[in-house]
């Protein structure tokens, strides 16, 4: 049995959209360079079949890769969730105790995070360190290089 993913309404867009971009440009792209290599005669000593052939096998097993996720995703219904704790589609303003910066993020499922865009994973070491903290709250989060980063809540919305 597949595994559900959840995704928010624009992120499994952007998935849909992406994998219609693989089926309807990328694989007839590379089904004519087969055909193209094809025309150049001898198969056993073509390189270029064999890499297009090579690239066709992996954009279909991208494809049924995706295709797989889209049928078991769920979509996150955000007016069922608690404003009052952080959760996943929670938008956190936070300050740093150490530094005394003030950083927002938003926490998104695994496959949307951009940290570019501040979106963090809700499977990172943050992520999961400030799930069901409320406003005020001190979180202390350890890190892959194994400090502790010390946040305080100051905001929590959607």
Do not use: C, H, W
């Not at 064999?50 to 219904?77: F, H, W, Y």
């Not at 202390?140 to 305080?152: L, Q, R, T």
């Amino acid at each position: 049995m597949a595994q559900t993913q959840y995704f928010t309404e624009e992120g499994l867009k952007k998935l849909k959209d992406e994998l219609l971009q693989l089926i309807t440009v990328e694989r007839p792209r590379i089904s004519g360079q087969i055909a193209e290599a094809r025309d150049k005669g001898d198969l056993s000593e073509n390189a270029e079949y064999d890499a297009a052939k090579e690239a066709q096998g992996l954009l279909e097993l991208r494809i049924s890769q995706m295709q797989e996720i889209v049928r078991n995703a769920k979509i996150i219904d955000e007016s069922k969730l608690d404003n009052g704790k952080i959760l996943i589609l929670s938008k956190v303003a936070l300050k740093n105790i150490l530094t005394g910066a003030n950083l927002t993020y938003t926490i998104v499922p695994q496959n949307e995070a951009d940290i570019k865009q501040g979106k963090i994973s809700v499977e990172s070491p943050i992520g999961k360190g400030l799930l069901g903290k409320k406003v005020g709250d001190l979180a202390e989060i350890s890190v892959p290089s194994g400090a502790v980063m010390k946040f305080e809540i100051l905001e929590i919305s959607r």
